[in-house]
T-cell receptor, first 114, second 116 residues
Framework: DGGITQSPKYLFRKEGQNVTLSCEQN?????MYWYRQDPGQGLRLIYY???????QKGDIAEGYSVSREKKESFPLTVTSAQKNPTAFYLC?????????????FGSGTRLTVV | SQQGEEDPQALSIQEGENATMNCSYK?????LQWYRQNSGRGLVHLIL?????REKHSGRLRVTLDTSKKSSSLLITASRAADTASYFC????????????????FGQGTILTVHP
């Protein structure tokens, strides 16, 4: 079955640590996105990529980094520079042919700083 | 900043009743989408309406779009307990060149509770 897989489902980070969240899709989608969701809030865009080896900052990119070496994969690193990383992280993808396509989302990674 | 704002923030109804959620936005869009999120899960795409469309149906869902008022509504008819979830509107906008670059801006959502 095609879809997006995020791992791990739960992640605990110590102060000062970098952690990487995995996002893999087998939908052959060109565009991929990372969003952050805080309790009771909507989604805020961290980074997005429309094509391999290219990505752009979203609205809240500080303290995060990404790479897009393969079409299927778009990992997100939460660095120690991100002062409040505890949140629910969602990865999504969509085909870029034409503007009117919805996103397909993964099931999310819940990150907690301990 | 949030482009879409949903209203109400929370809605509680009985099974069989209709549920209406509203969304307002600020800038020009090329489409508006509605998503559903069950607690602790990812979002599921429900329906997309283009800026040149006024109404769209999908099963028990009906979406309207009024670009002059920059608003949209999602109607769920004959609600079921399984419809309990958060519902988000998201707007897709143009880039400087006038084409869509696929970024969506999400509102804060409406929490719908349907009591059996």
């Amino acid at each position: 079955d095609g879809g997006i897989t995020q791992s791990p489902k739960y992640l605990f980070r110590k102060e000062g640590q970098n952690v990487t969240l995995s996002c893999e899709q087998n939908l052959n989608h060109d565009a991929m996105y990372w969003y952050r969701q805080d309790p009771g809030q909507g989604l805020r865009l961290i980074y997005y990529s429309q094509i391999v080896n290219d990505f752009q900052k979203g609205d809240i990119a500080e303290g995060y980094s990404v790479s897009r070496e393969k079409k299927e994969s778009f990992p997100l690193t939460v660095t120690s520079a991100q002062k409040n990383p505890t949140a629910f992280y969602l990865c999504a993808s969509r085909p870029t042919t034409g503007p009117n396509y919805g996103y397909t989302f993964g099931s999310g990674t819940r990150l907690t700083v301990v | 900043s949030q482009q879409g704002e949903e209203d109400p923030q929370a809605l509680s109804i009985q099974e069989g009743e209709n549920a209406t959620m509203n969304c307002s936005y600020k800038t020009s869009i090329n489409n508006l989408q509605w998503y559903r999120q069950n607690s602790g899960r990812g979002l599921v795409h429900l329906i997309l309406i283009r800026s040149n469309e006024r109404e769209k149906h999908s099963g028990r869902l009906r979406v309207t779009l009024d670009t002059s008022k920059k608003s949209s509504s999602l109607l769920i008819t004959a609600s079921r307990a399984a419809d309990t979830a958060s519902y988000f509107c998201a707007t897709g906008s143009f880039n400087a060149g006038g084409t869509s670059y696929g970024k969506l801006t999400f509102g804060q959502g409406t929490i719908l509770t349907v009591h059996p």
